[in-house]
């Protein structure tokens, strides 16, 4: 099944009720008066996010969604009964924009957070707020106003802490299942990762972040190579993002020159995403080999230009640990942000 973090839904609120044209007839009351009730209210369409949903893949097969109208009101001052809310949830970092527009109606950050987007119709008076000195048997009442109607674009952008980047085969979704209790698939050819994996990692303070996995970019990807740029945005909004290296990568001369490729992508996709605070990880030292690019050479190359760097193996469990101490420094408080930690221009 595709995965789903765009979608295109109407809404459209309800009407309000019709007021009443009644007059009290009782026994004894000749001249009783007008006693028609007022409408009920339409309903509401309202926008909740919930931390039970990951993916917009439920709008798949509902995309229409029409809040209940109001009653009619009655006879005897009765109001009628205001229509049902409709109540839409989506999951946490869900933006909710005009489609026509392209306005930026919402955006969802909070679990159990709730906006109003199109309210109800009011309902109509009924006959007995018409009368007057003048006019005792008024025999008028007033529509319910109609609802409204909005074509309304979603677009899901994941709230994750930490972004996992690099090359397909890097290792993103091992380093993920070792960090975290996530279990994505895992294979050995490229594109294994065909949408984002999240996971949540605990630390020693009873702190806990998300990751996000997401699918291997290449070269290119900004010109719609590959699949990890769709992608991108998931990302977007993390703090911090561990780019992972292949040591065993062939030709072992151009690890940093498609180090940078693939930073210029980041560029070119979005200019905040390469100024975001990273690190580097340089994955599969299980393997490593005289065969494969000097580790210690590749090590100080990136700090020279002031880029952390640290040897792992996400398979064995190598440097894991200092993975985790690295993390927990970097989000020492839950308020503040890491610093920035990139090389200039």
Do not use: W
Not at 80 to 97: A, Q, R, W
Not at 226 to 241: A, N, P, S, V
Request: charged share 25%; net charge positive; hydrophobic share 35%.
């Amino acid at each position: 099944m595709a995965f789903i973090d765009e979608a295109v839904i109407s809404i459209r609120s309800g009407d309000g009720g019709r007021g009443c044209v009644s007059f009290r007839r009782e026994k004894y009351i000749p001249r009783g008066g007008p006693d028609g009730g007022n409408g009920g209210n339409g309903g509401n369409i309202i926008i909740r996010a919930s931390t039970r949903l990951h993916t917009l893949d439920h709008f798949r097969a509902k995309r229409h969604f029409k809040a209940q109208h109001g009653s009619p009101g009655r006879g005897k001052s009765q109001t009628g009964k205001d229509g049902n809310d409709v109540i839409i949830g989506v999951p946490l970092g869900t933006m909710i924009y005009d489609h026509d527009s392209g306005e930026l109606l919402a955006d969802l950050i909070e679990k159990d957070q709730e906006i109003l987007l199109l309210q109800g119709g009011r309902g109509g008076k009924g006959n007995e707020h018409f009368k007057t000195s003048t006019n005792r048997a008024p025999r008028m009442a007033q529509p319910g106003l109609p609802g409204q109607k909005k074509l309304l674009k979603l677009s899901l952008k994941y709230l994750a802490d930490i972004g996992l980047i690099g090359f397909p085969n890097a290792g993103k979704s091992t380093l993920l299942s070792c960090l975290t209790t996530a279990r994505p698939r895992i294979d050995s050819y490229p594109f294994t990762t065909l949408m984002p994996n999240l996971g949540v990692i605990s630390l020693e303070d009873d702190r806990v972040l998300t990751i996000a996995d997401i699918p291997g970019l290449i070269d290119g990807a900004s010109e719609g190579r590959g699949l990890g740029l769709r992608f991108l945005k998931h990302i977007e909004r993390t703090k911090l993002l561990l780019h992972l290296l292949d040591i065993t990568y062939v030709p072992k001369d151009d690890i940093l020159e498609d180090f940078f490729a693939l930073r210029n992508e980041l560029e070119k996709f979005s200019p905040s995403l390469s100024k975001k605070d990273y690190m580097v990880l340089i994955n599969k030292m299980d393997i490593y080999s005289s065969e494969h690019r000097d580790v210690e050479g590749l090590k100080r190359a990136l700090e020279e230009m002031k880029i952390d760097a640290l040897p792992v193996s996400a398979l064995t469990g190598q440097g894991i640990d200092k993975v985790k101490a690295y993390i927990a420094k970097r989000f020492h408080s839950k308020n503040q942000r890491p610093k920035d930690n990139h090389p200039k221009a």
